[in-house]
């Protein structure tokens, strides 16, 4: 029944493309726009867009532009005119330029844009710094030529204009080693100074959100000052001091307030060494775990998985949480908590570490056993500090959940038992116990049929006994 309609109202717009209809171009090339977000084809009316541009009215020039990012493929070459004496119309063609432009567009009306950042009306210069980032993306040679316009936006008051200016400043770090020099050395400072602002300002309605003055610009500031922090002790050095402030006035009870701090947590962990700082950062991590959203405490594991490269002993003080988090209800935040606590585990704390998670492994779903199972053998092949502790582990597993334990492990069990002369009697004794409790794991049978038939006389006559064993 869409299709019907849209093959009808299609067919009434050709008609008026045929006609040369200029009463209801306008309209013909809004209806076009929607049909072409229904997902059907629309390139018939490419033509009336450049039609609607070329007119001289400000609402046909504004559909026409709108149709253009949408219809156009941005290989189609467009002419548009940036020196219009009406700053709308240049704003229209900059929308249009931003989400259009291609290589060859770049290149010839880059001279352009660079000058619109200088344009008195923030709301172009604005415009102007958003086409800058296409355009440098596109072409990346044109880098050079935006470093100091770019950096004359630093220093705005206008939020809108410093917050593509400061994204403007990102990208240009990003593609040029020239850039990432000349703002480390000559803007730092004044970020850090904005910053500091930013955060000590008194309530300002135009921005406010949650109590909180433009997050979003707070965000964005903090993402280039990990940029220019990176490698680099002095810079570093230079925001240590805003960093703290942030961390620790910002209030986490809302989401703008939390969305600042992981940037800033970010950041911290980013830039040269400060010892203090990154503790800071790491407990502010530990904070979010506690936090009852979701989201935010999967970011957190996420975060705390690269920290742990960083400082790895700031984190081991938050396992409690972490191991917490394995339990969790949410599948995502059991699977990246139980990915964090593997990377923690070492000689040192492989034992209790190991103990709750095959606590764990009782109480979780069959989708979630297979992944912990194989965490467990892992770990307990890689840190086993002694045989006997092996053995007992595995028992523990091929118990709870044999049926997700792999050959390669089970084998592996096998070799050990027939190394350790010493423990055959109280491995067999062991397996004969687990496998009256648990005959419903093949894996485990499979390994206590091996083990009695081989060491069936030791079962019998209680041979080999461990002062901690009794006898069966």
């Known amino acids: ?3 019907a309609v849209v093959r009808k109202e299609c067919a009434a717009i050709r008609a ?72 709308y119309i240049i704003g229209l063609a900059l929308c ?38 296409r ?11 935006f470093i100091n316009p770019a950096a004359s936006l630093l220093r705005e008051k206008h939020h809108g204009v410093l917050i593509t200016g400061v994204q403007l400043c990102t990208d240009l770090c990003k593609v040029s080693s020239e850039a990432l020099e000349y703002f480390r050395e000559k803007c730092t400072e004044g970020l850090v100074k904005t910053l500091k602002d930013m955060a000590n300002s008194p309530y300002a309605p135009e921005y406010d959100i949650a109590g909180i003055t433009d997050p979003f610009l707070h965000i964005r500031l903090l993402k280039l000052l990990r940029i220019l922090g990176q490698g680099d002790a002095d810079a570093s050095d ?16 809302k989401n703008a307030g939390n969305a600042i701090l992981y940037e800033c947590v970010g950041t911290i962990m980013s830039i040269e060494d400060n010892g203090g700082l990154r503790v800071l950062a790491i407990n502010i991590l530990g904070r979010f775990l506690s936090n ?56 040192s704390n492989v034992k209790p570490l190991t103990k709750e998670l095959i606590e764990s ?35 523990k597993v091929l118990s709870e959940a044999g049926n997700f334990v792999k050959d390669e492990v089970w084998h592996a069990l096998i070799v050990v038992i027939s190394n350790a002369s010493d423990l055959h009697g109280y491995s067999v004794r062991a397996l004969y116990r687990a ?38």
Not at 103 to 132: G, H, T, W, Y
Not at 238 to 253: G, Y
Request: charged share 25%.
């Open 435 to 472: 496998f009256q409790t648990s005959t419903e794991q093949e894996t485990l049978v499979r390994v206590a049929v091996w083990c009695i038939g081989e060491y069936g006389d030791m079962l019998v006559n209680n041979v080999g006994m461990l002062d901690i064993e009794e006898p069966i």
């Open 238 to 253: 230079c925001m240590n001091d805003i960093l703290a402030q942030v961390a620790t006035k910002i209030e986490s009870n």
């Open 16 to 87: 008026a493309i045929s006609e040369n209809d200029q009463d209801y171009r306008h309209r013909n090339l809004a209806k076009l726009m929607f049909i072409h977000m229904l997902g059907y084809p629309t390139h018939f009316g490419q033509m009336e867009c450049l039609k609607l541009i070329a007119s001289s009215g400000f609402p046909e020039k504004r559909i026409g532009y709108l149709g253009l990012m949408l219809l156009l493929d941005e290989r189609q070459e467009v002419l548009i005119d940036l020196n219009h004496s009406n700053q």
């Open 1 to 3: 029944e869409e299709r």
């Open 292 to 347: 009852r959203d979701n989201n935010i405490r999967y970011v957190a594991l996420n975060m705390l998985m690269k920290a742990i490269t960083v400082d790895a002993q700031a984190v081991q003080r938050h396992r409690a949480t972490i191991l917490e988090c394995v339990k969790d209800s949410d599948a995502s935040i059991r699977k990246k908590a139980l990915d964090l606590v593997y990377l923690l585990v070492n000689e």
């Open 361 to 395: 492994l009782e109480a979780s779903d069959q989708e979630f056993k297979g992944v912990l199972t194989a965490k467990i053998c892992s770990l307990v092949e890689k840190f086993s500090p002694e045989k006997i502790w092996y053995i007992d582990q595995m028992l």
């Open 96 to 133: 249009a330029l931003g989400n259009i432009c291609s290589a060859e567009m770049a290149r010839d009306l880059a001279p352009e844009v660079e000058r619109l950042l200088q344009f008195r009306d923030p709301n172009i210069r604005k415009k102007a710094a958003l086409c800058s980032i």
């Open 135 to 145: 355009i440098i993306k596109k072409v990346p040679d044109l880098a050079e030529n």
